[in-house]
């Protein structure tokens, strides 16, 4: 049972009741009966949401409750000043009660150090007090300053709503440093105090022990249980260790393809281990000691021994990742590469990658290192987080469904799928292509870091997706002329039948420079696979067709009936004069659901303005039934896509402007759209 579960539990049991017959902890060292839980209204007052919070701490299993106080008073200054009183707290020993009753009863100063020292977590309750800066600065702030702990974790609770802060060398912040930004002078600015937390963050018993432990942590050890969850890319710890590893990179020179290579496939088995210690219980090998670390040559015993553990690891690995680590790109012979093994291993040792948020390893990976490595002159752009999520909430796949991207690059939006569906989606769903083999070994691996790693990615060489399709028996196949000109693709002179999807959201290459040349035979043979370019050379006497229009017949045409898709593309496509005749084809095939026109340059790298479709197809009766009664299209122009692109520390991360409200509005359209 989680929190939010013990904490409807909770609700459950006590909605219809006036009293908690027994305190669940200690009040002022004594247990007390009878504890009124709702005011003459009969409405919830502050003693039940701060015995909801209890309970639910306690049924979750993050705290045992004999380690938790409520009502604890200690002095301001000296023992001889009057009282503060904590609404609870949380100490790392059984003796608390022990220091606590000779404190209260004789004033003992020795029995107060010893509880000062004991208390790791305070708690604030409060009923819908809406003036959190106030309360960070006259209870909060003061209550968390009286544990002498080295790391003290300070919570305010308000009906449901969850505020975590944390005191490190008498330092206070918030506890997800994302939410931190010191140098502002406003209070609710500097702690981003209008913004809660959720409750999976709260840290368990033992998280706050290993925190405040001194002793010296055997890396040989260790379980998966036992790393550091990443509850966020911008925090700081996770953001240094990113630059120490881009640092290690340069100066190497492997700030390239190749030292990408390394770390996509050390990424990968240390997956791997943290799967099999999840699997199995076993300890974890992803890990260098500081005899191990690489400072003059490679015969070094240490330094050997942890080689060997590393090569170990991989040939496990490769049994179950073949796609990523078929061909080992590290030499363990060669120094630099030995040097850059050894840094990424040091950096990311003490995080679990599997236990963690996974839409932040998403960002932390392929924002960081993907957008360094990416091959313009093939038109490889990737797409802004934000966009993606907006796209993907939209379309919004469901439990059951397949879904397809045909222009994949690092499957972002495969990802992004999978992570928002809360693993509900088998990814054995999800379908990838691309021409690049270095874009589907990144793929694999996003899959791999956000999913089970089984989603279907496949490399198409060549022209790619244009005319290489997936047969419903898993193999790739390739349209012919003779065959499949003008879309006539179910065509075959063979059993071949080819892949529908239920839903394909892609980002096509478009736009100038990234057209089919029709002077050029091999290009034309391509375009003539699709009934678009017949209809476009009728009118054009242009040479060159927008791969958007291409994938735009792609999408409709890979989508089965009933199907959906998302797919962006050049503005132009969407309203230029000259492009009307794909938009009246489109017409007639699908039900065009929604346009929403994004902000000038929000893919920098083309230049061009875009336009997202998003389209369902019906059947052809429920198509004509629709045109006849002149359905209606849901057009937004978007002003801001609800993100600030930034680099810090050599970390490119994205952050939040806005939420797009339009989300919310355009579902329940979409919703009877598609009735």
């Given at each position: 049972m989680n929190f939010s579960e013990a904490k409807i539990k909770f609700d459950t049991e006590y909605k219809n009741k006036n009293v908690l017959s027994r305190s669940l902890v200690t009040v002022d060292g004594k247990y007390l009966d009878n504890i009124k839980i709702k005011d003459i209204n009969g409405n919830p007052n502050e003693e039940y949401y701060k015995w909801q919070f209890i309970f639910s701490l306690i049924a979750s299993g993050l705290y045992s409750r004999d380690y938790i106080g409520t009502e604890i008073y200690f002095p301001k200054g000296n023992i001889k000043s009057s009282p503060i009183k904590i609404d609870a707290v949380i100490f790392s020993s059984l003796e608390w009660i022990d220091f606590y009753k000779k404190y209260r009863e004789d004033n003992d100063q020795d029995a107060l150090n010893r509880l000062r020292?004991?208390?790791i977590c305070v708690i604030e309750f409060k009923r819908n007090d809406k003036k959190i800066e106030q309360v960070f600065n006259s209870q909060i702030k003061a209550s968390i300053k009286e544990p002498d702990a080295n790391f003290v974790l300070g919570i305010y609770y308000d009906t449901g709503r969850l505020y975590l802060f944390k005191k490190v060398n008498n330092e206070i912040t918030r506890y997800d440093n994302s939410k931190n930004f010191l140098s502002s002078q406003r209070i609710l600015e500097k702690y981003q105090l209008e913004i809660t937390d959720p409750y999976y963050l709260i840290p368990s018993f033992k998280n706050l022990i290993k925190r405040n432990s001194t002793t010296i942590i055997n890396k040989r050890e260790l379980k998966v249980e036992d790393l550091d969850i990443v509850h966020t890319i911008t925090d700081e710890n996770i953001k240094l260790a990113l630059s120490h590893i881009l640092r290690t990179l340069e100066s190497v020179s492997l700030f390239n393809e190749e030292g990408y290579q390394i770390l996509i496939q050390m990424i990968a088995i240390k997956i791997f281990d943290e799967k099999q210690s999840d699997l199995h219980g076993s300890y974890i090998r992803f890990f260098v000691d500081d005899s191990e670390i690489l400072r003059d040559?490679?015969?070094?015993?240490?330094?050997q021994s942890f080689i060997t553990r590393m090569q170990d690891l991989y040939s496990e690995a490769k049994r179950y990742y073949k796609n990523i680590l078929s061909t080992s790109r590290i030499d363990w012979k060669n120094i630099r590469h030995v040097r850059v093994v050894t840094e990424i291993v040091r950096q990311f040792e003490k995080y679990s990658f599997v236990r963690s948020r996974r839409g932040d390893l998403y960002q932390l990976v392929f924002y960081n290192f993907a957008t360094k490595f990416k091959k313009d002159e093939n038109a490889q752009f990737l797409t802004p987080l934000p966009i993606i999520e907006f796209m993907?909430?939209?379309?919004?796949?469901?439990?059951?469904e397949t879904v397809c991207d045909p222009c994949c690059?690092?499957?972002?939006?495969?990802s992004m799928s999978y992570v928002n569906a809360n693993a509900k989606l088998d990814d054995r769903n999800l379908y990838g292509f691309d021409k690049d083999y270095d874009m589907t070994v990144l793929a694999q691996l996003n899959m791999l870091l956000n999913g089970d790693g089984n989603a279907v990615i496949k490399y198409v060489p060549d022209s790619g997706s244009i005319n290489q399709k997936l047969s419903t028996e898993g193999e790739i196949v390739t349209l012919n002329n003779d065959e499949h000109r003008f879309g006539n693709w179910d065509n075959w002179f063979d059993t071949t039948e080819l892949m529908k999807y239920d839903?394909?959201?892609t980002n096509p290459p478009f736009g100038?420079?990234?057209s089919l040349d029709l002077s050029n035979p091999a290009h034309r043979n391509l375009a003539e696979l699709y009934e678009l370019y017949q209809l476009y050379v009728e009118e054009n006497p242009k040479s060159g067709l927008d791969l958007g229009v291409v994938f735009l017949e792609n999408a409709v045409?890979?989508?089965k009936e009933g199907g959906r898709f998302g797919i962006v593309l050049s503005n132009s496509i969407a309203s230029n004069n000259t492009w009307t005749f794909v938009r009246e084809w489109l017409m007639k095939n699908v039900r065009l659901v929604a346009l929403f026109d994004l902000p000038p340059n929000v893919f920098a790298e083309t230049g061009v303005n875009t336009t997202i479709i998003v389209a369902y197809k019906p059947s052809k009766?429920?198509?004509?039934?629709?045109?006849?009664?002149?359905y209606s299209v849901f057009v937004r122009e978007i002003h801001n896509v609800g993100y600030i692109k930034k680099t810090s520390n050599r970390n490119v991360i994205f952050e939040k402007d806005y939420l797009l409200t339009v989300v919310m509005q355009f579902q329940d359209n979409f919703s009877n759209s598609i009735t």
């Amino acid at each position: 049972m989680n929190f939010s579960e013990a904490k409807i539990k909770f609700d459950t049991e006590y909605k219809n009741k006036n009293v908690l017959s027994r305190s669940l902890v200690t009040v002022d060292g004594k247990y007390l009966d009878n504890i009124k839980i709702k005011d003459i209204n009969g409405n919830p007052n502050e003693e039940y949401y701060k015995w909801q919070f209890i309970f639910s701490l306690i049924a979750s299993g993050l705290y045992s409750r004999d380690y938790i106080g409520t009502e604890i008073y200690f002095p301001k200054g000296n023992i001889k000043s009057s009282p503060i009183k904590i609404d609870a707290v949380i100490f790392s020993s059984l003796e608390w009660i022990d220091f606590y009753k000779k404190y209260r009863e004789d004033n003992d100063q020795d029995a107060l150090n010893r509880l000062r020292e004991l208390a790791i977590c305070v708690i604030e309750f409060k009923r819908n007090d809406k003036k959190i800066e106030q309360v960070f600065n006259s209870q909060i702030k003061a209550s968390i300053k009286e544990p002498d702990a080295n790391f003290v974790l300070g919570i305010y609770y308000d009906t449901g709503r969850l505020y975590l802060f944390k005191k490190v060398n008498n330092e206070i912040t918030r506890y997800d440093n994302s939410k931190n930004f010191l140098s502002s002078q406003r209070i609710l600015e500097k702690y981003q105090l209008e913004i809660t937390d959720p409750y999976y963050l709260i840290p368990s018993f033992k998280n706050l022990i290993k925190r405040n432990s001194t002793t010296i942590i055997n890396k040989r050890e260790l379980k998966v249980e036992d790393l550091d969850i990443v509850h966020t890319i911008t925090d700081e710890n996770i953001k240094l260790a990113l630059s120490h590893i881009l640092r290690t990179l340069e100066s190497v020179s492997l700030f390239n393809e190749e030292g990408y290579q390394i770390l996509i496939q050390m990424i990968a088995i240390k997956i791997f281990d943290e799967k099999q210690s999840d699997l199995h219980g076993s300890y974890i090998r992803f890990f260098v000691d500081d005899s191990e670390i690489l400072r003059d040559t490679l015969s070094n015993k240490d330094v050997q021994s942890f080689i060997t553990r590393m090569q170990d690891l991989y040939s496990e690995a490769k049994r179950y990742y073949k796609n990523i680590l078929s061909t080992s790109r590290i030499d363990w012979k060669n120094i630099r590469h030995v040097r850059v093994v050894t840094e990424i291993v040091r950096q990311f040792e003490k995080y679990s990658f599997v236990r963690s948020r996974r839409g932040d390893l998403y960002q932390l990976v392929f924002y960081n290192f993907a957008t360094k490595f990416k091959k313009d002159e093939n038109a490889q752009f990737l797409t802004p987080l934000p966009i993606i999520e907006f796209m993907v909430n939209i379309v919004n796949p469901r439990r059951t469904e397949t879904v397809c991207d045909p222009c994949c690059g690092i499957g972002d939006f495969l990802s992004m799928s999978y992570v928002n569906a809360n693993a509900k989606l088998d990814d054995r769903n999800l379908y990838g292509f691309d021409k690049d083999y270095d874009m589907t070994v990144l793929a694999q691996l996003n899959m791999l870091l956000n999913g089970d790693g089984n989603a279907v990615i496949k490399y198409v060489p060549d022209s790619g997706s244009i005319n290489q399709k997936l047969s419903t028996e898993g193999e790739i196949v390739t349209l012919n002329n003779d065959e499949h000109r003008f879309g006539n693709w179910d065509n075959w002179f063979d059993t071949t039948e080819l892949m529908k999807y239920d839903v394909i959201l892609t980002n096509p290459p478009f736009g100038k420079g990234r057209s089919l040349d029709l002077s050029n035979p091999a290009h034309r043979n391509l375009a003539e696979l699709y009934e678009l370019y017949q209809l476009y050379v009728e009118e054009n006497p242009k040479s060159g067709l927008d791969l958007g229009v291409v994938f735009l017949e792609n999408a409709v045409r890979t989508i089965k009936e009933g199907g959906r898709f998302g797919i962006v593309l050049s503005n132009s496509i969407a309203s230029n004069n000259t492009w009307t005749f794909v938009r009246e084809w489109l017409m007639k095939n699908v039900r065009l659901v929604a346009l929403f026109d994004l902000p000038p340059n929000v893919f920098a790298e083309t230049g061009v303005n875009t336009t997202i479709i998003v389209a369902y197809k019906p059947s052809k009766n429920r198509l004509n039934e629709l045109i006849e009664n002149n359905y209606s299209v849901f057009v937004r122009e978007i002003h801001n896509v609800g993100y600030i692109k930034k680099t810090s520390n050599r970390n490119v991360i994205f952050e939040k402007d806005y939420l797009l409200t339009v989300v919310m509005q355009f579902q329940d359209n979409f919703s009877n759209s598609i009735t």
